[in-house]
């Protein structure tokens, strides 16, 4: 079996070359169409000396012309790059050196950010800029422009496609820089993109097997919402198409626009990113509501609902049932749990692992039914990071013979085969000896009625050496400290409680809405808090 992602692609469009592939707001594209234009994308990209193992890098926030690039790219083996758009000058700048970029794609919109790195990047020879629906018409560039090159033949490009093809998602910049994971096709097709079954865990049979089913059933619109510069995004989309299901976009996270499109385009599957997408989506249905009755899933997957969001998407959408996916670029999927009303926030999130999830102890063997340690995942693993041999040594293990990747982040194995999550391990909060998951007092603090969203960091502390601290968004006119304080008690130890608190009217987060702990801890560097309590003794 090839396993490769053009070739599944292509099969669908074999199978199903007259239904709709993707929608963006008033545009509309086959399959055939689809296949027709990343085909000509292709022959250009061939032109200009792109072949197996080239990098194109893609700044480009959803539409149309972003899967054409990526299914371009994989036309010819080529290995597209995901690049932050929120990124600036000098991010950029390392990023386009670190990924070793020759060919760039970007939307008008970051032509400004665009031209200032690469004024610093010499590597990059081949620059193509995209029009968008951004308001960013006046904006020039000297690229070449992405509908004029698309001139060649609609014909599929001759290539000798591998399962060993290269796919690279770059992830992290939360806590530290940008690094590569690099996987080869078929393994991310099994552990994200359907090669596994998400639900019995069983390998599909054949590469046909996607699209073979796809044609005998009736398509269904995946409202996908995340950037596709990140895998919550790119995966679903991806396994979509290779069943033949229709998805649809939207260029920004616009609440009020999201809902015309769910009352316009009736989708059964809306794909979001955590408490960062619900709670607005929540917030602006309530104040204008639609017919959202199409709505049978509401999948969240890179960051965890909050208790309060998922018993408010539950009350809201009763038809639909409410996931929480744990995953990340280093292992693909990793469990599903499906949302209850009324479990207690400071419990931690439980999910039923995924095929090959295990939770092991410091030497990466598993640990028994109650104990704690790593979430690690066997079977389909990454190949390694990107140029950094050291940390891939470090992540990637072999033990007795099984490869694995075993993660930062603390689980607890239960009796009935689940997972309950702790946190991750790189942002834990050492307090007299007390270990405190920042996830943890995050998800009680957003049970709180008055918290809109919150971020936890630890502080430097000169008795216990750090203490717990947060960054606030409130949604009352005042903050009740004391009331929120007796709320975190009730659920956590006292040593878990945020010694001290800021305000603020937005928590910023990623484009994949992973909140930035590097933003709140200079945030709160940089002011006195709003609100300071005595500092528990630990134990």
């Not at 993707?22 to 061939?46: F, G, P, Q, V």
């Not at 090669?195 to 398509?219: K, M």
């Not at 990747?405 to 702790?422: I, M, N, P």
């Not at 947060?470 to 949604?475: F, K, P, Q, R």
Request: overall charge negative; aromatic content about 8%; glycine content about 8%.
């Amino acid at each position: 079996m090839a396993c490769n992602f053009a070739d599944l692609f292509e099969h669908a469009v074999d199978a199903m070359p007259d239904r709709t592939a993707l929608i963006h707001r008033d545009r509309r594209s086959t399959y055939n169409e689809l296949d027709a234009r990343a085909n000509k994308l292709a022959h250009h990209l061939i032109s200009v000396g792109v072949g197996p193992g080239t990098h194109v890098g893609f700044q480009m926030h959803n539409s149309i012309e972003t899967m054409e690039t990526l299914i371009a790219c994989f036309k010819v083996r080529a290995v597209p790059i995901n690049i932050n758009y929120r990124y600036g000058a000098v991010e950029l700048c390392y990023l386009y050196d670190n990924a070793d970029i020759e060919v760039l794609l970007f939307h008008r919109s970051y032509a400004p950010a665009v031209a200032k790195a690469l004024a610093e990047s010499p590597r990059v020879r081949h620059t193509i800029v995209v029009d968008d629906d951004l308001g960013s018409e006046h904006l020039e560039s000297p690229a070449a422009q992405y509908e004029s090159v698309l001139t060649g033949p609609a014909t599929r490009p001759v290539a000798e496609r591998s399962a060993d093809d290269l796919f690279m998602m770059y992830t992290g910049g939360t806590t530290g820089l940008p690094k590569g994971v690099m996987w080869r096709q078929e393994d991310m097709w099994r552990v994200l993109g359907g090669g596994i079954d998400f639900y019995t865990g069983e390998p599909v049979a054949d590469e046909y097997q996607q699209s073979r089913v796809g044609a005998r059933t009736d398509p269904s619109v995946w409202l996908i919402l995340p950037p596709l510069i990140h895998a919550a995004a790119m995966m679903p989309t991806f396994t979509g198409l290779w069943s033949g299901n229709t998805l649809a976009y939207e260029s920004r996270f616009d609440p009020p626009a999201i809902w015309r499109t769910v009352q316009r385009e009736r989708p059964a599957v809306m794909v979001i990113t955590g408490d960062a997408m619900a709670r607005p989506l929540l917030d602006s249905y309530s104040d204008t509501p639609v017919d959202a009755t199409s709505l049978v899933a509401i999948a969240s997957g890179a960051a965890l609902l909050s208790q309060p969001v998922k018993n408010r998407l539950l009350e809201q959408f009763s038809g639909a049932v409410v996931s929480d996916s744990i995953g990340s670029s280093e292992t693909g999927f990793g469990g599903i749990g499906f949302a209850t009303k009324d479990d207690d926030p400071g419990r931690g999130p439980r999910v039923q692992t995924g095929r090959g999830a295990i939770v092991v102890d410091d030497s990466g063997r598993p640990v028994a039914a109650g104990e704690e340690g790593w979430l690690a995942k066997t079977g389909a693993v990454p190949l390694g990071y990107y140029k950094d041999p050291e940390k891939s040594q470090r992540l990637f293990k072999t033990v007795d013979g099984t490869r694995m990747v075993v993660t930062d982040d603390r689980a607890r194995a239960e009796d009935d085969g689940s997972v309950t999550l702790l946190g991750r391990g790189n942002m834990v909060i050492n307090t007299g000896g007390e270990k405190v998951f920042v996830e943890e007092v995050e998800s009680v603090l957003k049970a709180h009625p008055s918290v809109f969203d919150a971020v936890v960091i630890g502080i430097p502390d000169e008795r216990w050496g750090q203490r717990v601290a947060a960054v606030l968004a409130i949604s009352a006119a005042e903050a009740d400290f004391d009331a929120l304080t007796d709320h975190v008690r009730a659920h956590l130890a006292g040593y878990k409680v945020p010694r001290s608190l800021w305000l603020t009217e937005s928590v910023t987060r990623s484009p994949s809405g992973k909140p930035d702990y590097r933003w709140a801890k200079r945030y709160a560097a940089d002011r006195t808090p709003d609100h300071s309590v005595g500092v528990a003794t630990p134990g």
